[in-house]
T-cell receptor, first 116, second 112 residues
Framework: SAVISQKPSRDICQRGTSLTIQCQVDSQVTMMFWYRQQPGQSLTLIATANQGSEATYESGFVIDKFPISRPNLTFSTLTVSNMSPEDSSIYLC?????????????FGPGTRLTVL | GENVEQHPSTLSVQEGDSAVIKCTYSDSASNYFPWYKQELGKRPQLIIDIRSNVGEKKDQRIAVTLNKTAKHFSLHITETQPEDSAVYFCAASWTGGFKTIFGAGTRLFVKA
């Protein structure tokens, strides 16, 4: 298993500002994933972050809005840029377990973002 | 790309009854099907999973079945307890694909 921490745990931000969310893992992992979970909704993959290369974004998400950094194998950041109230959501980072060859996802505790 | 549909969206049962949640997937390349439980205000956590070379798997009160031909998989919870109340997500992924696609979730209420 993996132990994942995220900072901040929650924040309230003004429209038009940006917030950077940090994700730290207790072991080296090849890929880290960023998800968005809107209130009462499912988990939607934003992007996959590989160390040493640009993140791969899912349909509907763009780098200008959600820039991602992956400076090493245990850390990643997601920035929510030029925020609007529609960006209010929980943002979760996750990593994939490799025990037994499965693809189990381990999630961070999430960052609850409210945009006013 | 993969699409996972999950039903029902809400399920209410009496304590001690069984609960069944069903999912379908679209991509025949998917070969790993996990189920996650998310309690209010907490992160999703894996409760059981099944790989495509297995038809059924059981862990105490929970079991998962997989029908590869029909692209269906289901979660069965027996002897439900109030602490089973949570949102349950099915998901599908494939080795080498690296992405996990989640269903919409089922909110389970277990009434004491």
């Amino acid at each position: 298993s993996a132990v994942i921490s995220q900072k901040p745990s929650r924040d309230i931000c003004q429209r038009g500002t940006s917030l950077t969310i940090q994700c730290q893992v207790d072991s080296q992992v090849t890929m880290m994933f960023w998800y968005r979970q809107q209130p009462g909704q499912s988990l939607t993959l934003i992007a996959t972050a590989n160390q040493g290369s640009e993140a791969t974004y899912e349909s509907g998400f763009v780098i200008d809005k959600f820039p991602i950094s992956r400076p090493n194998l245990t850390f990643s950041t997601l920035t929510v840029s030029n925020m609007s109230p529609e960006d209010s959501s929980i943002y979760l980072c996750s990593v994939e377990g490799t025990a037994g060859g499965n693809n189990e996802q381990f999630f961070g505790p999430g960052t609850r973002l409210t945009v006013l | 790309g993969e699409n996972v549909e999950q039903h029902p969206s809400t399920l209410s049962v009496q304590e001690g009854d069984s609960a069944v949640i069903k999912c379908t997937y679209s991509d025949s390349a998917s070969n790993y099907f996990p189920w996650y439980k998310q309690e209010l205000g907490k992160r999703p956590q894996l409760i059981i999973d099944i790989r495509s070379n297995v038809g059924e798997k059981k862990d105490q009160r929970i079991a998962v079945t997989l029908n590869k031909t029909a692209k269906h998989f289901s979660l069965h919870i027996t002897e439900t307890q109030p602490e089973d109340s949570a949102v349950y997500f099915c998901a599908a992924s494939w080795t080498g694909g690296f992405k996990t696609i989640f269903g919409a979730g089922t909110r389970l209420f277990v009434k004491a």
